[in-house]
Every structure is written in C-alpha cells, then in structure tokens.
C-alpha cells in the first residue's frame, strides 16, 4: 500500500524539523522490548536492559502501550513544539491530550493488538488520572535508558538536520526526499511512501510536515497522521551505525593542564555512563577522590547525573564531548 501526500505551497512552507526526545523514547523502548541482539545498539542495549528490568519498567505502562510492533498510540508522540522540545515539554503535551483523543488510540491499539491489558484498560476507564502515571514512567525510562547518552544521540540527530537543511537550501527539497528513504519518492509536489500499512492522503493529515531523524527507529519509516495536526515523519538519522562505536581519546595532555590528569581522565573514561564506584576502579582513584573530582567536572557542566536504582551514573555533557573534540582531533 502506497501513501501520497500532496504539497501546496503553503504546506511547503510549513514543513520543518525537529528533534523529539518521546520519538526516542518510544522507539528505544520498542527496540529493548524485542530482546534481539540488535546490531547497531547492541552495546546500548546491554547496558540499559538490566537497568529497565531491575525498574519493573518492562512491565509497566510502557509494556501495555508500545507492542514489540504495528500501532503505538498517538497521544503518546504529540507534534514536536518547535525544533528541539525538551523531555519535560513533550510530556506536558502528553498529559494535554483530549480524553476523546485518549480513548480512540486505545480503541485503535485494542483493533489491532487485541485485548488490552490492566494498566490500559484502567487508562481507558479514567484517562486524565492515570495519564499522570504513564508520564511519570516515561521520564523514569528516560533517566534510565536515554538521558546519560542524550548528548552523543542529540549529536547525531542535529548533524542529520544540519545536512539535511543546507540539503535543501543547495538541491532543493526534491533531492531532499529523494534521497531521505529509498521507500520516499518525490513528483509532481507529490510526497509517495510506500510499503505503508494505511493509507496517507492530505485528506486524513494537517498542514505542512515534520520531520523527525531518528536513531531507533530502524530501517523502515514510522508516521503519525492526526488531524489537525501536521503529519510526522520520523525516518532513520545519518550516521546511527556509528553511534555507539567507542571514540578512542588520545593526545590529552593539553586538556590535562587545563583540567588535571585525574579530571581528563575521569571524562576519556566516560566513553560509557559509569558510577563513581566503576570509575574509581578504573583510574585507581580513591572513591571519595572520583566523587569529589567528578563534582567540580559537573559544576563545570561537563557531566551530569543520572539516578539508576541506588546507582547514580555519569555521563559526558555535550560540551565535554566539544571540549575532547577539539582538544584531542
């Protein structure tokens, strides 16, 4: 089945980008779920699963709204405000979501996955009071799974529309889609998907486009089509075969006489989110020298924290993978 979606010129000039933290975290959760050996975020994976089972996050909410495939209910992917919607803003949007809106996704996902189960039937009989605790959840997945590595993600994602729009300013939007999927074609101001598993007309969607680069969503597209929203796009980022391959630092003696040798090599050993307990055992650090040392580097906003069961884990900032970049090319 083929979807083809018309473009006015006003539609034209609605379409954007953007980049949304629930588009990753539904499609991640989706990936782990599937308990495959995936060959791009195996490495993610087998760091994130265990934190997940160990949550109860694999049989929460979650595990009741996103099947292993087909149907995810749309209240869950509102269209992105702008271009960069933080996590906190996209569940707002969530918790907005009409309780018309709510009740016919879950009726949609009942169609297609068949009955539904406690924690959906429950959003289903009292959709604003049980909302709260599916939005809770996402956040908690979020701190879990996809927080301590949003930076390296968001990385990849604004290089994609980096490339993506100077793409269109040289080429023009053709080459745009043209080149955005081998299943996306573009003619005659038409935009074709194919292999879709409904139909997609202008008729069934809102003005404009979003579109959203992706790292999970895998090699096919995924669409949302709810009026009167704008449709989205998410489609699969530039350079997510990479993303998890480990960047060797070496040359950091520069950065050492900045930021010290035990600071420079707390952030090299940050290739993976890590505990003080892991990270002392790695540089030989004494726990209590890793801690203190890790609270000037996250003072200085070149870590973060992030709770993982009686864990906190410690990642890299984007500004810390700057700082590497250009000390260390």
């Given at each position: 089945m083929q979807g083809e979606l018309a473009f006015s010129v006003s539609d034209l000039a609605q379409m954007r980008f953007a980049v949304s933290p629930m588009w990753e975290a539904g499609t991640s959760f989706r990936l782990l779920r599937s308990g495959s050996a995936h060959p791009v975020h195996r490495r993610w994976a087998e760091q994130v699963r265990p934190r997940v089972a160990a949550a109860?996050?694999?049989?929460g909410w979650l595990a009741e709204l996103v099947p292993p495939s087909g149907y995810v209910p749309d209240f869950l992917n509102p269209a992105p405000a702008g271009s960069a919607p933080t996590l906190p803003e996209e569940l707002d949007r969530i918790l907005a979501a009409p309780v018309s809106r709510i009740r016919q996704d879950l009726d949609w996902l009942r169609r297609e996955q068949g009955p539904l189960g406690p924690r959906a039937?429950?959003?289903?009989?009292e959709p604003k009071a049980r909302l709260v605790r599916v939005v809770e959840e996402i956040a908690s997945y979020w701190e879990l799974a996809l927080a301590p590595y949003w930076?390296?993600?968001r990385a990849v994602l604004d290089a994609d529309v980096f490339h993506r729009s100077r793409q269109v300013a040289?080429?023009?939007t053709g080459s745009l889609f043209n080149t955005l999927h081998p299943s996306v074609s573009w003619d005659d101001n038409t935009l074709r998907l194919g292999r879709r598993p409904q139909t997609l007309s202008r008729k069934t969607a809102g003005a404009g486009l979003v579109l959203i680069p992706s790292a999970f969503t895998g090699p096919g597209l995924l669409t949302r089509v709810t009026l009167p929203e704008p449709p989205q796009l998410a489609y699969p980022a530039r350079g997510v075969g990479a993303l998890w391959e480990p960047r060797p630092v070496a040359g950091t003696d520069?950065?050492?006489?900045v930021l010290g040798r035990s600071r420079t090599r707390l952030l090299t050993e940050l290739e993976t989110p890590a505990s003080t307990t892991e990270l002392a055992h790695r540089t030989g650090l004494s726990p209590a020298g890793a801690s203190q040392h890790l609270t000037a580097l996250r003072a200085a906003g070149l870590v973060s924290a992030h709770r993982a069961g009686r864990s906190v884990l410690y990642a890299r900032?984007?500004?810390?993978?700057?700082?590497?970049a250009a000390a260390c090319p």
């Open positions: 109860g996050l694999d049989r039937r429950s959003l289903y009989a930076a390296r993600i040289e080429l023009g520069a950065l050492a006489a900032t984007w500004a810390a993978e700057s700082l590497l």
